[in-house]
């Protein structure tokens, strides 16, 4: 008996530290790209949009784990790239963290649905959902209202590019033998 509880116990001790290590990776890949993008110039016609590949980490802890995961690199990817660009606490700060948990809820409620959608799916409504919470977010901040006149060409051009982190992250997951 003895030894049979001793194996259950490194069992889950190994389940944990898998878990708690693929997540640590991918926050550290989040926090990479999102600091690399944050240091890169705007879209031309569009420059306060991103690309979102940040984000990739996120659909793949939420494809690989589940939610608890893909919170743990979300959020944990917005405070310590505010940290690291000297925005936490800031304005940009609440406007990203904003997008970021309107973003995961959109992605995990369409996770859960089954095989109605895929990564793809989810990506593309997320980067749809935050980018309707960062307007939101601003237009609180800001006191107006005005702002919100950005937000359907906005969440147009957050579908094409929220597939496309989606395709990517689709593919990665693809080729990843974890947890």
């Known amino acids: 008996m003895g030894s049979t509880l001793a194996s259950a116990r490194r069992g889950v001790s190994v389940g944990m530290s898998r878990e708690l290590t693929v997540t640590a990776g991918l926050l550290a890949v989040a926090c990479v790209l ?40 979300s959020l944990g990817r917005v405070v310590i790239v505010g940290v690291a660009a000297g925005t ?7 406007i990203g963290g904003a997008g970021a948990l309107a973003s995961l809820a959109v992605m995990w409620a369409l ?10 799916g989810w990506s593309a409504a997320g ?3 935050h980018m309707l919470a960062q307007f939101l977010a601003a237009s609180a901040v800001l ?9 359907p060409v906005s969440m147009l051009l957050a579908l094409p590019l929220g597939a496309l982190t989606g395709a990517l992250a689709r593919t990665i997951v693809s080729r990843l033998r974890i947890c």
């Open 34 to 73: 999102g600091l690399l993008e944050a240091a890169l110039p705007g879209i031309p016609f569009a420059p306060w949009l991103r690309l979102g590949f940040a984000n990739i980490a996120v659909v793949v802890a939420l494809a690989v784990s589940g939610g608890r995961m893909a919170l743990a690199v």
């Open 88 to 94: 936490l606490g800031s304005p940009v700060f609440v």
């Open 111 to 120: 996770s859960r649905v089954g095989d109605a959608f895929s990564p793809v």
């Open 127 to 129: 980067a749809a959902a």
């Open 143 to 151: 006191g107006s209202w005005g702002i919100l006149t950005l937000a």
